[in-house]
């Protein structure tokens, strides 16, 4: 078991963008890619692609973040990859449709972003369960909504 | 503000001379669950079950405008009851389990500072609703506790304690017979809508299935083998 107890830099970092791109023409970074929910957590064990178990347990005031290196040396790296983010964007047709799903999103403790008209919804499960729970919620009636990736909605 | 809420002034006290080690902190858990699903008596069951695993552990817990549960475990002879702190939500427990945890990463941080070998500390939520979930920023694994006389439907229901706690416990098995609980649909059930996470059903008075509960906190965050 390999024990991280900081992170060691960013990948973007000039210096350690460099020794990353030797290791990767020898197939040596090992890129864990991590569960969106799971990005906020300070300890949590991993399996690497490589077969590798990993033990995090990071300072409180650090966080996991996409790009974050977890170890290097001359032989490999470890890198952490964050899952893309899926949001959900509804587009209330009315004001009163507006105040009304803003009230259940605070209820249900979505976690939501806004965005000019519309409230962006992060997706922590299959996206059949929001609709199902909208579709109960305004009975039936239908709110215009478009599934998002990360990047997109960034 | 944060700290005059604690009932153990003697350790905030001791914060300032005692700086913390440069290491990773302790493991923070928390206890989630229902109004009387057994959430303290999971925890009096798992602290000795801790102990022999040679885990140095200290609980806080979460009552309304009470003390009560750090009272009993303090009385419980189980753990040195200076290891015990309790915080008071005032409101609605998930409040500080959740949207704001301050107070409660503030008791983490005194007992780590008073107690430097400290591995793991248990975070007893208030009991809630099926809704209530631990912040990430407060706890790095939670365990959502249900009950069989709750109701063989609580899995059915999906709350989000049900679903997206890290281990789920089903609780005082020994009354299924008593309430009419099918326990084994009720524990398929519950596998069903939680997609392959786990599920353990304890009865917390014999002990039955704790062993199993103090195993997956030590292989997941205590990272024993
Ligand atoms: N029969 C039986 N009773 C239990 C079991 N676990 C807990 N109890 C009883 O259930 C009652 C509530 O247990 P607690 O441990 O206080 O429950 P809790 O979830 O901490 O309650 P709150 O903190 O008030 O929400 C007590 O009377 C316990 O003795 C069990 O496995 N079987
Ligand atoms: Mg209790």
């Known amino acids: 078991m390999l024990h991280i107890e900081s992170v060691v830099g960013d990948r973007a970092d000039p210096a350690l963008h460099r020794r990353l791109h030797h290791l990767e023409h020898r197939h040596a970074v090992d890129e864990i890619v991590i569960p969106r929910a799971d990005m906020d957590r300070r300890r949590l064990r991993v399996t690497t692609p490589k077969g590798e178990d990993v033990a995090i347990a990071l300072p409180r005031d650090q966080k996991l973040f996409d790009g974050a290196v977890l170890y290097i040396d001359d032989e490999r790296a470890i890198v952490v990859r964050a899952e893309v983010e899926r949001w959900l964007r509804l587009q209330p047709s009315s004001i009163a449709e507006g105040i009304e799903l803003g009230y259940h999103a605070g209820n249900l403790h979505w976690r939501v972003r806004f965005e000019g008209e519309s409230l962006l919804i992060a997706l922590e499960g299959p996206a059949e369960a929001y609709y199902a729970r909208l579709d109960n919620l305004f009975a039936g009636r239908r709110i215009r909504s478009t599934l998002l990736t990360g990047s997109a909605a960034a | ?225």
Not at chain 2, 8 to 35: K, M
Not at chain 2, 163 to 180: E, F, I, Y
């Open chain 2, 1 to 225: 503000m944060t700290q005059s809420r604690h009932d153990w002034p003697s350790l905030v006290a001791s914060r300032s001379d005692a700086p913390a080690p440069p290491r990773a902190s302790a493991a923070r858990i928390g206890v989630g669950g229902p109004v009387g699903s057994g959430k303290t008596a999971l925890i009096e069951a798992l602290i000795p079950a801790l102990h022999r695993r040679g885990v140095d552990l200290a609980v806080v817990t979460n009552d309304l405008v009470t003390k009560e549960d750090a009272e009993r475990l303090r009385r419980s002879g189980l753990i040195a009851p200076e290891r015990v702190l309790a915080v008071e939500a005032g409101a609605c427990p998930h409040t500080v389990i959740r949207e704001d945890p301050t107070l409660n990463m503030a008791a983490g941080d005194d007992l780590e500072a008073a107690f430097p070998g400290l591995e793991l500390v248990i975070f007893e939520s208030g009991g809630d609703n099926l809704a209530s979930t631990f912040s990430l920023d407060l706890v790095d694994w939670w365990i959502f506790v249900i009950d069989v006389a709750g109701g063989d439907d609580i899995p059915r229901k999906k709350g989000p304690g049900v679903l997206k706690s890290d281990l789920l416990v089903v609780n005082k098995t020994d009354l299924a017979p008593h309430v009419g609980v099918d326990l084994p649909r009720m524990l398929a059930e519950a596998d069903a809508v939680r997609g392959g996470r786990p599920v353990v059903a304890t009865n917390a008075r014999s002990g039955a299935g704790v062993e199993d509960v103090a195993d997956a906190i030590a292989h997941a965050v205590l990272f024993r083998e």
